[in-house]
C-alpha cells in the first residue's frame, strides 16, 4: 500500500471525525435544511445523475455483470423520483439526538437521564446501489453522524456525481461539506486503511454480497453491523388461501429478484401441497422462474404436467440454504408448523421469514418461533425495508443482536449516554 493512499484515507477519516463533533450539537432545522436541499438537487440534476449512471452501465455490461446485478446498480427517472421522495420524509421525521430514553432520581438527589446521541463516524462499504450513497448519507446527517462512503468501481461514476451533490446540499445549509465524504478511489489498500482507523471511526456498516462482507467483518478493527446473506423463507400453511399464497409468493420471488429481501426458499405444507403447489408453481414458471424441487414436490408436480414442468428439476442440498439473487427458488414440503420452524431456523439466514395461513394460532406461533430479525404474517418478505416501515430511508438491515436488528433508521444510528444533575453531592 502507498502511504499517499493511508495518509489520503486517513485524512478523510480526521475531517470526518472533526465534522462529527459540530453536527453531534448541530440545530434539527439546520440538518433538515440540508435534507431539502439535498432533495432538490436530486430533482434539478437528473440529466446529470443519469449520464453519471449510463457510464457505469455500460462497464458492467462490457465486464459481464449479470441482469440482476446490473438492475441493481441502474438509476431510472422513477428510482430518482422516489429516491428524492425518501430524502423529505426524513427530513420530516423526529430527530432522534436528544431525546431522552429514561430519567430517574437517586436517594442523594442526583438526576440522571439516558439520552440518544450520535454514534459519531461511521463508515459505509457497499457495491453496486447508488441508492445507498443517498440512503446512508442522508440517515447520517438526520442522526448527526459523519459518513465515509465507500462504494464499488461498478459505480464508481455514479457516485462521484452524487457525492458532489451531498457537499452542495451541505454547504447551502451552512453544514461542514466533510460531513459526507466520498473515498475518490476503489482501490482494496484504501478500504484496509480505513477498517484499521479504530480511534476515528465508531462504525462499519457493509452493504454488498457476502464475500465482501466477510472481508470487512475478518478485516475490521472497527464494530461492525451487517447482515451476510438474505435466504428468505416463504411458508405456505396447511390453511393458507391459494389466491393470496400465489401473489405474495409470486412478489416475495419475481418483484425483484436481485435483493436482500426476495425470497429463495417456499416451504408448503404437506396437507395443502397436491392442491395449492401446481399452482404456485405454474404461476413462478410462467414469470420465468426455475423450481428446484426436493422428492416429494417433484412427485407433485410430475402429476399436472404442462410447459412449465421443463423449469422444475431436482434440487441439490446446497439449494436449500442458497442465496440465489435471481429467478430461482428451492421448494420443500413440510408435514408440520413445527416442522418448517425447525427448517427456518436450521437454513435461513435469520433475515426475513414469512407464513401464509387463515389461522391466527398458527400465525402466532409462527412469528414467536421463528428466530430471525423479521417475521411477517400474510405479507411478502419484501416489505423488510427501511422505507416500508416507515423510516423514510435505511442504512442496512442487520441479523446481529446486539445494538442493531432488521432495517436500521435513524434510532438505530444512536448510541446513549448518561446525563448527571447535581446540586453539590460528592460520594463517600
Not at 427530513?91 to 439526538?97: F, G, H
Not at 423463507?233 to 409470486?250: H, N, S
Request: a neutral charge; charged letters at 20%.
Amino acid at each position: 500500500m502507498s502511504a499517499d493512499l493511508a495518509q489520503l484515507v486517513t485524512a478523510i477519516a480526521q475531517r470526518a471525525r472533526a465534522a462529527s463533533l459540530v453536527l453531534a450539537t448541530s440545530p434539527t432545522e439546520r440538518k433538515n435544511a440540508a435534507l431539502r436541499a439535498l432533495a432538490d438537487l436530486l430533482t434539478a440534476a437528473g440529466g446529470q445523475l443519469l449520464a453519471a449512471n449510463a457510464r457505469d452501465l455500460a462497464a458492467a455490461e462490457a465486464n459481464g455483470l449479470t441482469k440482476a446485478q446490473i438492475d441493481r446498480l441502474t438509476l431510472t427517472p422513477p428510482r430518482l423520483t422516489a429516491l428524492a421522495e425518501s430524502v423529505r420524509q426524513v427530513a420530516n421525521l423526529p430527530d432522534p439526538v436528544g431525546q431522552e430514553l429514561d430519567a430517574w432520581t437517586r436517594p442523594n438527589g442526583l438526576r440522571i437521564r439516558k439520552v440518544r446521541v450520535p454514534i459519531g463516524v461511521i463508515g459505509i462499504i457497499y457495491e453496486a446501489r447508488p441508492n445507498v450513497t443517498i440512503d446512508c448519507a442522508i440517515l447520517c446527517l438526520k442522526s448527526g453522524n459523519a459518513a465515509i462512503l465507500r462504494g464499488g468501481k461498478e459505480i464508481f461514476h455514479t457516485n462521484t456525481a452524487f457525492a458532489a451533490l451531498l457537499s452542495q446540499a451541505l454547504a447551502t445549509a451552512g453544514l461542514p461539506a466533510e460531513a459526507l465524504q466520498l473515498i475518490p478511489t476503489t482501490d482494496r489498500a484504501a478500504l484496509n486503511t480505513l477498517l484499521s482507523l479504530d480511534h476515528l471511526v465508531h462504525c462499519i456498516i457493509p452493504r454488498g454480497g457476502e464475500s465482501l462482507i466477510r472481508f470487512v467483518v475478518e478485516n475490521s478493527r472497527i464494530p461492525v453491523i451487517k447482515h451476510y446473506t438474505g435466504v428468505c423463507f416463504v411458508y405456505l400453511d396447511a390453511d393458507a388461501e391459494a389466491g393470496m399464497a400465489e401473489a405474495i409468493t409470486l412478489n416475495a420471488k419475481v418483484s425483484r429478484p436481485g435483493v436482500c429481501n426476495a425470497a429463495e426458499q417456499l416451504l408448503v405444507h404437506a396437507a395443502a401441497a397436491p392442491s395449492l403447489l401446481p399452482r404456485i408453481a405454474a404461476a413462478l414458471a410462467a414469470k420465468g422462474v426455475q423450481l428446484r424441487c426436493d422428492t416429494r414436490a417433484t412427485a407433485i408436480l410430475a402429476t399436472v404436467p404442462g410447459s412449465w414442468s421443463a423449469q422444475v428439476t431436482a434440487a441439490q442440498p446446497p439449494d436449500y440454504t442458497a442465496e440465489f439473487l435471481d429467478l430461482v427458488i428451492a421448494v420443500r414440503i413440510v408435514d408440520s408448523l413445527d416442522e418448517a420452524i425447525t427448517v427456518i431456523n436450521r437454513d435461513s439466514s435469520a433475515h426475513t421469514d414469512v407464513i401464509v395461513t387463515a389461522d391466527e394460532p398458527s400465525a402466532r406461533r409462527f412469528q414467536a418461533g421463528v428466530d430471525s430479525a423479521v417475521v411477517g404474517w400474510n405479507a411478502s418478505t419484501r416489505f423488510n425495508d427501511g422505507f416500508e416501515f416507515g423510516f423514510g430511508a435505511e442504512i442496512g438491515i442487520s441479523t446481529d443482536r446486539l445494538h442493531a436488528r432488521g432495517p436500521m433508521g435513524l434510532p438505530e444510528l444512536c448510541t446513549y449516554k448518561y446525563l448527571i444533575d447535581g446540586s453539590g453531592q460528592v460520594r463517600t
